[in-house]
């Protein structure tokens, strides 16, 4: 059974910074894709950024530069730290794990899925 538990969400004013924590409960966690994946109000949800078990990293265009997806494998946590931080950033942010993961894969079937963290950035 895979849980994921995300915690570290806020609200922060633009241009602040908050860091997101995942702690994932798998087996073989050293050979899962993992991700962050965010939904605003209104849109479809959207991938942000993605971890393979090799530690390569994608970013969502509208993040690159700003956040950075990171693991901590002793601590079974995967990491999204969020600088820079836009209004356009709010949303619930989700923490995601399964392969292949890709960003332009968000549906509910494709991965295992936390519950979410909200984010608000005021202007």
């Known amino acids: 059974q895979v849980t994921l538990e995300e915690s570290g969400g806020g609200s922060v004013q633009s241009g602040g910074s908050l860091r997101l924590s995942c702690a994932v409960s798998?087996?073989?966690?050293?050979?899962?894709?993992m991700g962050w994946f965010r939904q605003a109000p209104g849109k479809e949800r959207e991938g942000v950024a993605t971890l393979q078990p090799d530690d390569s990293t994608v970013y969502a265009a509208s993040v690159e530069g700003r956040f950075t997806i990171s693991h901590d494998f002793a601590k079974r946590t995967l990491y999204l730290q969020m600088n820079s931080l836009k209004p356009e950033d709010t949303a619930m942010y989700y923490c995601?794990?399964?392969?292949?993961?890709?960003?332009?894969?968000?549906?509910?079937?494709?991965?295992?899925w936390g519950q979410g963290t909200q984010v608000t950035v005021s202007s």
């Open positions: 798998m087996i073989r966690y050293s050979a899962y894709c």
């Open positions: 995601a794990a399964g392969c292949p993961i890709s960003l332009s894969r968000a549906g509910d079937d494709d991965y295992y």
